[in-house]
């Protein structure tokens, strides 16, 4: 099956800092990869997502880029907000062997971005 | 524009009690998942289904039952409620295994 290392948090930054936030996987064939944000008190939302080696997917000023020869998907913005401030999760994605399609997520890795 | 829809949003129940948390999706998704998520923690997996009439265990499934009958609806049931089940939980939905998923907004059950 697939798995997600994070790094851990709280992340805490000054606003226009910029932000790095490290994930790597393991995974049967060639996953599809998501970086999924939860704001306070809601459920998981898309960020950006990346289909295939090499490809680079980007939303709201964030980045990041599917790496297979290092199995990491890292997402990086330039300059964080106030309103960034939220738990980011790194998610492999792809059909497990057998069939069937088990998604399974990380720990999140929770970001604070001060003034 | 439903998408996943979750309800109750919030309920208390007393140890023993049972209930059935509603997940409902209009987008006729296949896929389906039961996730908790406890204070400052991430994503744990209950249960999970690939279509109507099939489901299967995640990481967590003890204490869980859930149903499948019709695509829209994927109900979780708590028989006898523990403390340890104080938690919020999420449903979710997803179109194929390499597409996004859409997530309800969440139930926050406590077991006092």
């Known amino acids: 099956g697939n798995s997600v290392t994070q790094m851990e948090g709280p992340v805490t930054l000054s606003e226009e800092a910029f932000l790095t936030i490290n994930c790597t996987y393991t995974?049967?064939?060639?996953?599809?990869l998501f970086w999924y944000v939860q704001y306070p008190g809601e459920g998981l939302q898309l960020l950006l997502k990346?289909?295939?080696?090499?490809d680079k997917g980007s939303n709201k000023g964030f980045e990041a880029t599917y790496r297979k020869e290092t199995t990491s998907f890292h997402l990086e913005k330039g300059s964080v907000q106030v309103s960034d401030s939220a738990v980011y999760f790194c998610?492999?994605?792809?059909?497990?062997?057998?069939?069937?399609?088990?998604?399974?997520f990380g720990t999140g890795t929770q970001l604070k971005v001060e003034l | 524009n439903a998408g996943v829809t979750q309800t109750p949003k919030f309920r208390i129940l007393k140890i023993g009690q049972s209930m059935t948390l509603q997940c409902t999706q209009d987008?006729?998704?296949?896929?389906m998942y039961w996730y908790r998520q406890d204070p400052g923690m991430g994503l744990k997996l209950i249960y999970y289904?690939?279509?109507?009439?099939?489901?299967d265990k995640g990481e967590v499934p003890n204490g869980y039952n859930v149903s499948r009958s019709t695509t829209e609806d994927f109900p979780l049931r708590l028989e006898l409620a523990a403390p340890s089940q104080t938690s919020v939980y999420f449903c979710?939905?997803?179109?194929?295994?390499?597409?996004?998923?859409?997530f309800g907004q969440g139930t926050r059950l406590t077991v006092v």
């Open positions: 998610a492999p994605k792809g059909r497990s062997p057998g069939g069937g399609n088990k998604l399974t």
């Open positions: 289904s690939v279509g109507a009439g099939i489901t």
């Open positions: 995974a049967t064939g060639y996953p599809s």
């Open positions: 987008m006729n998704h296949n896929y």
């Open positions: 990346a289909t295939k080696a090499d």
């Open positions: 979710a939905s997803t179109n194929g295994p390499n597409t996004e998923a859409f």
